[in-house]
């Protein structure tokens, strides 16, 4: 009986842990009842670059795809969009784009990741070799928070989140979105990996490739702030969206609310840091 108590304990204090350093937190998002009260709109999306090998005094060149900032030097992006060597890529914030160019350090990608067998797991870590001081100024530049392990998040079917992403290179916006059931996204897309994906009803597109997707928790209710909830992987062409029912739009994002990602996250910003300090 003291054994199967411990356990719990330790479960409990587990959970608590991992709650406070990447759950629903005071610091982080935007929150439902005051948005401005945390942070300005936009304030955890980063754009990320490819580097003009040819000059390495210029500015990046090109804007390759988007990702979230979850820690002060961590960014979550789609694993899809680094097909170069971690060195090659930069990181700019659009809400403060006089600071950086950030350079990456590393990048992780989903173990699962491959994109030769299929087009799902697209999921990747980006440590920057520099952190982007978030306590200088938190009304601009914030992380966004992750869901609470993946013990209790939810979010409904047609929950209405928001898409933070690009409609014209480094110009971003806010669209609303709405999930699909995960059995129509099955009927639509044979590869479509059940509990590891989210459909929405905007096309996925060089964009917005990464785009953060962050909804209310349907558990919290109004209780708590928007949480990223998945982010933009990939879909259909856009010609080919253009010619499909409106029923059937929808591209398909990474979900990252449940065990398997978040756990995942942790571990390896864990067993990263610890191997820093060790160094």
Not at 112 to 130: C, F, V
Request: hydrophobic fraction near 35%; charge should be positive; include cysteine.
């Amino acid at each position: 009986m003291i054994t199967i108590l411990k356990i719990v304990l330790i479960i409990t204090l587990t959970v608590y842990y991992v709650y406070a350093q990447y759950g629903p937190t005071k610091g982080c998002g935007q929150l439902l009842t005051d948005p401005a009260a945390v942070v300005t709109k936009n304030g955890w999306v980063a754009m990320v670059y490819r580097k003009d090998q040819t000059d390495v005094k210029k500015d990046p060149i090109d804007n390759k795809c988007l990702a979230s900032i979850i820690k002060d030097n961590w960014l979550v992006g789609a694993a899809s969009c680094f097909t170069l060597k971690d060195d090659q890529y930069m990181v700019k914030i659009p809400n403060n784009m006089t600071k950086g160019p950030f350079h990456v350090d590393k990048i992780y990608k989903s173990k699962e990741y491959n994109p030769t067998l299929g087009a799902g797991y697209d999921l990747a870590l980006i440590k920057l070799k520099n952190g982007l001081q978030l306590k200088v100024n938190p009304k601009i530049i914030s992380a966004i928070c992750l869901s609470d392990y993946g013990f209790d998040s939810a979010i409904n079917v047609n929950s209405n989140c928001s898409l933070d992403s690009c409609d014209t290179p480094g110009h971003l916006i806010s669209e609303q979105i709405v999930t699909k059931d995960e059995g129509d996204c099955k009927k639509l897309y044979p590869k479509y990996k059940e509990g590891y994906m989210f459909c929405g009803n905007i096309p996925v597109h060089w964009l917005n490739s990464g785009a953060p997707v962050t909804c209310k928790d349907s558990n919290l209710q109004d209780k708590g702030p928007f949480f990223l909830s998945a982010m933009a992987s990939w879909g259909r062409y856009p010609d080919d969206y253009k010619k499909v029912k409106d029923i059937d739009k929808a591209d398909v994002y990474t979900k990252l609310y449940g065990k398997h990602y978040i756990s995942w996250i942790q571990k390896t910003i864990e067993e990263d840091e610890s191997h820093s300090l060790n160094l």
